[in-house]
């Protein structure tokens, strides 16, 4: 593929590997071709990873090293997206900022509406990325001042390359490698021989679907034909009865035909265009419509034309999965797409589990052909997708239909809803599962269609019928968004620059692609590469390990087992042992059991492929579906934890009403953009080995490293650059990684490289605690709570890893913001056959919480208030200094100004007012509101991991470099620690540089996590900077006027020590759980967030209309990087609650294994106005600079997204005559939210599709 080809061959690095499916983005480059019919060069942004590069005969291809550098002169796009500081980690950014600069080359001026989708992003939150493109789009608001930014000049650009042009040979290309031969004939007719003489070779164009198969399910084609040479296939022609495009166009290049003919037919001919085009924009992201060609798509869904026959699309078109009528040898030459005929209805209709670049769960193509002058239906078909092996034609309803001669009425259609029913079935088992929900989505898109249909056939306008208004969403545009910023404190130098929105340090290294991240180290000699080969079974005795046939295979040079381990065999984490390699017995599907090393990538994975386990299964697996297993098994990691304040039993019977609820909450891949990656270097000496990965505690994996290895920490040195994203899930599985690779490393004494696929580290690494959590409480009329008990299980998986941790801090947090006067919780973390579990932003925290909201909703909606209005929040909300449950004291000040400050920020109440009047206008469309709370402790209640480290030198030139003991994951601590020592030595920040967080400079460091990062690590650059200014006091006294450089060089010359390490021994913090007491935290960060949604109540989709939110976080260091934080956090919350969903099989395999599978939020997903505020006139005496941690907290604000889903719901639930608490679980997907709505789930006993986890 073109990605390898560039990383690897060219050492093009820039462009990155974020999932290797065609679904991330990352990826991205511009591929140009000189098109000799129009003489045009057309520009296309396309996924490298699934481009073969032997189709690029003839093309340019243009990445992000191409467009601009720091060396030289940047590209206004790579400018824009830092200073708008759209790239935090910056593993996205080169890919975001390819896809922006190839739309800029066809259009230089696009809209809003033009900005591409296809790029994922898990840090940002996309707001600051989206302002970074305004800057381009025309009719947005300045966000910037003129003068400061590039303008864009499309003249500098760079050029076609003119031989490219000329190049004009159809003659056959024949490409041969290892095992595959590559054709692209020159001609049809030579296709046509190709297919005859290879049947089962299969047609390459945009390699979506075959690229795909190749690389996650292993079929390998020994022949592929290529046909992007035959002109036959591209050819285009309008006839007054429609149009015929060829087969080898691309989906944007239909979507471009689709518009034309649109302007160029008589309106009423294209009802077949607009609903063919309404559903290409929404087939996968641009790069994949880039590619991806029309008919291969249309010949596995629609409908055919060849040359020789014709083939209609009717129901008969599609023989099951996969198949249609098409036979081996033959091709599809175009496609012919009808002119809708007079009276001649069509629409087409997609849900998917996100608007953009997601599968759609039900799709659905209706057509009526009704007589002229009447209501009476002539002709229909109904198809839907989605709902069976292929596509299902509704033969009964339309039957139903069509014979009674009845005009298309309520009365006459209120059958066929039944018939429906009936006809479109699906079992309990149903592939893809939703049954229940997939049911319901073929009902409400024949509903839709119904009421588009009516308002053809009446010609009604949109306003008479609010119901048919009711039925459609709204187009809704985004709103660039308030940014409420503090200043820096009066008086303040203005070259000091704490407190500044400084951009983030490396943003323009990373949107040039210079920045370096693990993978993009260049190769050492005689490097191999490592594939960890993983369980099959649930829980299993291995009997056998074969991996003789791996041996034999080119370039494998070894198969590394838990035998070949020279130390410890396990790592010991919160008193369990954790192999790091199965020996005897695995534990969950996908746990480690070896490891291939060969000579490349490939090799190692036909290696690992080679490799035979023989297994022998144990008990029934507990995979904790309802957590029943694990409790009945009583399958738990100890300690349980238990608090309690008051007298919860006392409590309880003193409330005069008491309600029981349950909650639960799905777990939440990380998705860090950069899978785990490593790269050991044995250095051939003393058994001295250098370690470059990618973690966010190279001090743990040092531990874990030398004791697996035996030998002292003095010979491992961890070197850490930067990370693609983190999130936590790169603290203790990245060690265990890396322990085995460099075992590897050590065997074969070579160098060894290991990164993951996307696959393999969604399946291997673990992600967030799936949570249930169960609650009894009891309050007043009035809305006072009384006493709350909680019960929490936590899915830890097969391993404890941070479990009881994460355990013990969903316990710290079960008080949120209120003061709960009798209060328990006890917390189990639930050991089960699934992959380990580890810590995820938030730390359980976030799960801790949305039981507790959830909570607070149920006594709002048993009480029939809303639960803001003189709220059950705010009765119960903490007022004054107070005890935690755990006796710590604190000011809750903030916290109820945050609160305050959101409502009015918010203008809540006049909202909540528009929202109820909308509600009763609007029978299938609901709107919701709601505020949510959150005091977020800061620190590590293990006190001795509060330290931190620095090591700053000043080199003779005045130069600084600065190490200390954090890791940059894109949360910008280096930009911030950057800040302190400029401010601490007061000098510029140009003269300070951080290169690396490396074990060698730094040691026995503490995780960068629990976002305290800052708040540590930047009080120990503190202190150093503070030993060598005070060294330099008397230099600079005697030559006051002279420069910083001068001082350095007489310091030098004066044999002044210009090296200084600084300390910071942290908070004393500490919880004794024997006496469920302690001051388990430093400080409290304290936030409030406020959302609003439109929810279609048919189909479960929803929009954010807006988001508000006010942060406590004392004194910003730096505020533009805070609030990414702040946005970032709140974006994957809102992921965590709607739309992440984990799905594992009956049998405990991971289905969700890539971004087509697992859908993080994306562009389309912003709030459409999001305004965030930092609380003015905070400060905070117990953090560096008197400012907070923000990494974390703000992640929960996410669930006000699902609150106010859920008051939609509740408002939809209302019409229907349902009132009081009900059950809404976490995520709140489409699915969740439109069967809540409406009514019960009626899914049968029989064995669902996957676990429901
Ligand atoms: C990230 C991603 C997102 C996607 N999103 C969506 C989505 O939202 N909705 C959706 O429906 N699909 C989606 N897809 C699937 C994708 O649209 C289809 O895979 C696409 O239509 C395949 O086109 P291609 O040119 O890339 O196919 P290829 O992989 O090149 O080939 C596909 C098949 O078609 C056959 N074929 C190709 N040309 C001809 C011909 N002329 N005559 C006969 N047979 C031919 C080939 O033999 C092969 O079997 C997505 C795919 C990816 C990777
Ligand atoms: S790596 Fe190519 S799209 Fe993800
Ligand atoms: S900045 Fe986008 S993934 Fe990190």
Redesign the pocket.
């Known amino acids: 593929m073109l990605l390898s080809f560039l990383r690897k061959n060219l050492r093009l690095t820039g462009t990155k590997y974020g999932c290797g ?3 991330c983005g990352a990826c991205t480059v511009m591929v140009s071709r000189y098109d000799p019919q129009t003489k045009n060069i057309n520009h296309w942004s396309v ?1 490298a990873c ?1 481009l073969p590069v032997c189709q690029l005969h003839g093309a340019a291809v243009t990445t992000v090293e191409g467009i601009g550098s720091t060396k030289t002169k940047l590209h206004p796009v790579q400018e824009r997206i830092a200073k708008a500081h759209g790239s935090q980690c910056g593993f996205c950014t080169p890919g975001m900022v390819m896809s922006m600069y190839t739309l800029l080359r066809n259009n230089p001026q696009p809209t809003m509406e033009d900005v591409t989708e296809g790029n994922l992003c898990r840090c940002t939150g996309y707001r600051p990325i989206v302002d970074g493109y305004r800057t381009f789009c025309e009719g947005q608001p300045e966000l910037f001042s003129k003068g400061d930014l590039l303008p864009l000049d499309p003249t500098q650009d760079l050029i076609f390359p003119p031989e490219l042009a000329e190049v004009k040979d159809q003659t056959t290309q024949r490409f041969c490698g290892e095992r595959m031969t590559w054709i692209s004939p020159g001609s049809l007719n030579e296709l046509l021989q190709l297919k005859a003489d290879y049947p089962q070779a ?11 198969d190749m690389k996650f399910k292993g079929i390998f084609h020994p022949v592929i034909i290529s ?1 992007t040479q035959v002109p036959e ?1 591209f050819k285009v022609t309008q006839k007054p009865e429609g149009v015929c495009v060829g ?2 166009c ?2 944007s290049f239909l979507k471009s035909v689709l518009e034309r003919s649109i302007n160029d037919f008589p309106p009423e001919s294209t009802h077949m265009f607009r609903a063919l085009l309404q559903q290409i924009k ?4 641009q790069q ?1 419509r880039n ?7 249309f ?3 629609i409908f055919i034309t060849d040359g020789r026959r014709r083939v209609p699309i009717d129901k008969d078109f599609f023989l099951g999965f996969a198949k249609t009528v ?1 036979k081996p040898d ?4 175009s496609v012919f797409i009808p002119a809708s005929r007079p009276n001649e209805i069509v629409h087409a209709f997609r849900h ?1 589990p996100r608007k953009e ?4 769960t039900v799709n659905a193509g209706m057509r009526v052909w009704f007589n002229e002058n009447s209501n009476v239906v002539k002709e229909i078909s109904i198809y839907y997708g989605g709902v069976g092996a292929t596509i299902l034609s509704a033969d009964r309803a339309c039957q139903q239909i069509s014979l009674s001669k009845l005009p298309w009425e309520e009365a006459t259609l209120s059958d066929v809803y039944s018939t429906l029913v009936d006809e479109i079935k699906l079992g309990p088992s149903a592939p893809g599962g939703k049954v229940d929900f997939r049911r319901s989505l073929t009902l409400s898109l024949f509903f839709k269609f119904n009421l588009l249909f009516q308002v053809a056939l009446y010609g009604l306008f949109i306003q008479a019928k609010s119901w048919y208004h009711s039925a459609q969403m709204g187009n809704l545009c985004s709103n660039p968004c308030v940014l409420c910023v503090q200043n820096v404190l009066e008086g303040q130098s203005a070259q000091d620059p704490v407190g500044r929105p400084m951009m983030h340090r490396t943003a323009l290294s990373q949107a040039t692609g210079e920045a370096v991240y693990c993978d993009d180290l260049p190769q050492t000699d005689g490097e191999l590469f490592l594939v960890i080969v993983t369980s099959s079974r649930p829980h299993a005795k291995i009997t056998h390990i074969d991996f003789s046939e791996a041996l034999k295979l080119p370039g494998v040079v070894d198969v590394i087992t838990a035998k070949d381990i020279p130390g410890k065999r396990f790592r010991t984490f919160t008193g369990y042992d954790e192999e790091l390699l199965a020996e005897d017995e695995v534990t969950c599907v996908g746990q480690m059991v070896c490891a291939v090393v060969a000579d490349s990538k490939a090799h190692a994975k036909r290696g690992a492929a080679a490799v035979k386990i023989s297994y022998e299964d144990l008990q029934d697996p507990a995979f904790g579906s309802c957590f029943q297993e694990a409790i009945e098994k009583e399958s738990f990691f100890l300690p349980r934890r238990q608090i309690e304040r008051g007298d919860v039993e006392k409590g309880l019977r003193e409330a005069e009403q008491v309600y029981e609820g349950e909650i639960r909450i799905g777990g939440q891949e990380h998705f860090y953009l950069e899978t785990q990656s490593f790269l050991v270097i044995p250095i051939g000496e003393e058994k001295e080995m250098k370690v470059y990965l990618s973690t966010q505690h190279p001090a743990f994996t040092q531990v874990c490293f030398i004791s697996t290895l035996g030998i002292p920490s003095n010979r491992v040195s961890c070197h850490v650059k930067r990370l693609g994203g983190a999130f936590g899930g790169k603290v203790t599985k990245t060690a265990i990684l890396a322990s085995i690779t460099a075992v590897a490393a050590s065997k074969t004494g070579r160098p060894v490289r290991c990164v993951l696929e996307r696959g393999e580290d969604m399946l291997i690494t673990g992600g967030r605690h799936p949570v249930w959590g169960i609650y009894k409480v009891g309050f007043m009329k009035d809305g006072r709570i009384t006493a709350a008990d909680f019960q929490y299980y936590a899915n830890a998986g097969n391993v404890v890893d941070e479990s009881v941790l994460v355990a013990e801090k969903i316990l710290l947090h079960l008080d949120n913001a209120y003061n709960i006067p009798n209060l328990r919780g006890r917390s189990a973390a639930c050991k089960t056959n699934l992959p380990s579990n580890t810590a995820f932003r938030g730390f359980g925290v976030p799960q801790c919480m949305l039981v507790v909201e959830s909570m607070i909703d149920d006594v709002a909606l048993k009480l029939g208030r809303l639960p803001e209005e003189v709220s059950i929040r705010e009765i119960n909300m903490y007022k004054e200094v107070s005890l935690t449950h755990y006796k710590m004291e604190f000011d809750p000040e903030n916290l109820v100004r945050c609160w305050n400050e959101c409502m009015k920020k918010a203008d809540f109440r006049q909202r909540r007012q528009g929202i109820d009047l909308f509600n009763q206008q609007n029978q299938f469309k609901k709107r919701g509101i709601a505020i949510v709370p959150i005091k977020y402790g800061i620190g590590f209640a293990e006190a001795f991991l509060n330290q931190a480290a620095a090591l700053v030198h000043i080199y003779k030139d005045g130069s600084v470099l600065v190490s200390h003991g954090g890791t940059e994951m894109g949360q910008g601590i280096h930009t911030k620690v950057q800040q302190v020592a400029s401010r601490e030595l007061n000098i510029p920040t140009s003269l300070i540089h951080i290169s690396e967080t490396s074990t060698q400079c730094v040691p026995n460091t503490c995780p960068s996590a629990a976002s305290f990062g800052t708040d540590a690590n930047g009080m120990a650059v503190k202190d150093a900077c503070q030993i060598l200014y005070n060294r330099l006091e008397p230099i600079r006294k005697k030559n006051p006027k002279g420069t910083w450089q001068n001082w350095i060089i007489t310091a030098f010359l004066q044999k002044i020590s210009l090296s200084a390490t600084g300390y910071y021994r942290g908070h004393d913090l500490d919880m004794d759980w024997e006496k469920q007491e302690g001051k388990p935290y430093a400080y409290f960060t304290y936030a409030v967030g406020c959302s609003e949604v439109e929810l279609d109540c048919l189909t479960g989709e929803y929009r954010t209309l807006r988001t508000d939110i006010v942060v406590d976080i004392g004194r910003s260091i730096n505020p533009s990087i805070d609030i990414g934080q702040i946005e970032g956090a709140f974006m994957q919350g809102l992921g965590l609650y709607t739309m992440e969903e984990l799905k594992f099989s009956p049998s405990g395999v991971l289905y969700t294994r890539g ?2 599978q697992y859908k993080i939020p994306s562009f389309c997903d912003v709030p459409l106005k999001f305004n965030v505020y930092l609380l003015a006139g905070s400060s905070n005496p117990h953090a560096i600079y008197s400012s907070k941690g923000i990494g974390e907290p703000t992640v929960f604000l996410g669930s006000s997204v699902f609150f106010a889903i859920k008051d939609a719901v509740t408002a939809a639930r209302k019409d229907a005559g349902l009132t009081g608490p009900f059950q809404l679980n976490s995520p709140a997907t489409p699915e969740r939210a439109c069967l809540v709505a409406q009514s019960e789930s009626t899914s049968g006993p029989a064995q669902p599709w996957a676990l429901n986890i």
């Open positions: 499916g065609g679904g996924n699934l299969p047609l390459v164009m945009g390699n979506t679907n075959i690229g795909l046909p296939l087969a080898g691309s989906m929404l087939v996968g992201g994949i590619v991806a060609v029309s008919a291969t798509h010949s596995t869904q098409l033959e091709i599809v030459l998917a670049s997601a599968l759609a971004p087509s």
